[in-house]
């Protein structure tokens, strides 16, 4: 059992910046995909950005140029660096990590883009 354990959300301006941060539980290393996807108010969870083992980044057309995934396996932890976030960015963002064919989901960590 792999817990996700998320930090890092809040209120920002549009135009500012967020850094969430997703510790996972785990003391066996396997390779594995972690992500972010998100939840606005009447939506569908959608993917945000992706991360493999080995570094490779996936992202949604709506945040290329504007979000960075990255990961410390050493740590277990991924990272998620949010930049000139828009009110449309608001959501709650989930973690989520993929291995041996089983998913895991954080709790979530709200994100709310207003002036």
């Known amino acids: 059992q792999v817990q996700l354990v998320e930090s890092g959300g809040g209120l920002v301006q549009p135009g500012g910046s967020l850094r969430l941060s997703c510790a996972a539980s785990?003391?066996?290393?396997?390779?594995?995909?972690m992500g972010w996807y998100r939840q606005a108010p009447g939506k569908e969870r959608e993917l945000v950005a992706t991360?493999?083992?080995?570094?490779?980044?996936n992202y949604a057309d709506s945040v290329k140029g504007r979000f960075t995934i990255s990961r410390d396996n050493a740590k277990n932890t991924v990272y998620l660096q949010m930049s000139s976030l828009k009110p449309e960015d608001t959501a709650v963002y989930y973690c989520?990590?993929?291995?041996?064919?089983?998913?895991?989901w954080g709790q979530g960590t709200q994100v709310t883009v207003s002036s």
């Open positions: 989520n990590r993929h291995q041996l064919g089983t998913d895991y």
């Open positions: 785990s003391s066996i290393f396997v390779i594995n995909v």
């Open positions: 991360i493999t083992t080995s570094g490779s980044a």
